[in-house]
């Protein structure tokens, strides 16, 4: 069965630090990957997605991701955050043919201190 | 934002009731899903949709039932409600069930069951 681990729970930085979140999933076959963010009180927004081609993926926000098919890998990134990017941020898998599940990571809540 | 409305936003409960939560959506998408999200385990799928009266269940279906009558409305019912379905439940759609393509939320229904 595919899943999708997150390995940060909490994050905390400083305004204008880097940031690197971790996801990793398990599925043997071809997929499509997502990172989603939801702020406070608010509904899931897509952040960006990889379905083929080149696997660094720019979304919106300044937001980026890599997918590493040989490690099983698509970490998000954003070179300077900021106070407003505090969110809980998912990465979720899909795989051909299956309806369009997603499934989801636990979460990465981040902190961003002004 | 995707035309989604779930209803209600906040409910409040006894245990052993029944519940019906609504989705609807105005986009005439396909396939509508179910999740509920709960600190620590991210979104886990309920049940979704893959047409009228086509429905199939998800990761965590038990003490869950779903209807859909019409291409713009998902029902999630829960039969007789428990404590441990106290959560935030999200109604998502897709325009594919191939698994390329995102889904878009609704804002959720947080149900607390006393």
């Known amino acids: 069965a595919q899943s999708v681990s997150q390995h940060n729970h909490h994050v905390i930085l400083s305004e204008a630090a880097s940031l690197e979140l971790g996801c990793n999933y398990s599925?043997?076959?071809?997929?499509?990957l997502f990172w989603y963010v939801q702020y406070p009180g608010q509904h899931l927004q897509l952040l960006l997605k990889y379905f083929s081609g080149d696997p660094l993926v720019k979304g919106i926000k300044g937001f980026e991701a890599e997918f590493i098919k040989s490690k099983f890998s698509f970490n998000l990134r954003k070179p300077s955050v900021q106070w407003s990017d505090t969110a809980e941020y998912f990465c979720?898998?899909?795989?051909?043919?299956?309806?369009?599940?997603?499934?989801f990571g636990q979460g990465t809540e981040l902190s961003v201190k002004p | 934002d995707a035309g989604i409305t779930q209803s209600p936003r906040h409910k409040v409960t006894e245990t052993g009731t029944p519940v019906t939560l609504r989705c609807h959506q105005t986009e005439n998408h396909r396939y509508m899903y179910w999740y509920r999200q709960d600190p620590g385990h991210g979104l886990r799928l309920i049940h979704y949709?893959?047409?009228?009266?086509?429905?199939d269940k998800g990761e965590v279906s038990d003490g869950y039932s779903v209807s859909r009558s019409k291409t713009e409305d998902f029902l999630l019912t829960l039969e007789s409600a428990t404590s441990s379905q106290t959560s935030v439940y999200f109604c998502?759609?897709?325009?594919?069930?191939?698994?390329?393509?995102?889904?878009?939320f609704g804002n959720g229904t947080r149900l607390t069951v006393t």
């Open positions: 599925y043997g076959g071809t997929v499509n």
């Open positions: 979720a898998v899909s795989s051909f043919n299956q309806g369009g599940k997603l499934i």
């Open positions: 949709s893959y047409g009228v009266k086509d429905t």
């Open positions: 998502a759609i897709s325009g594919s069930g191939q698994g390329n393509s995102p889904l878009h």
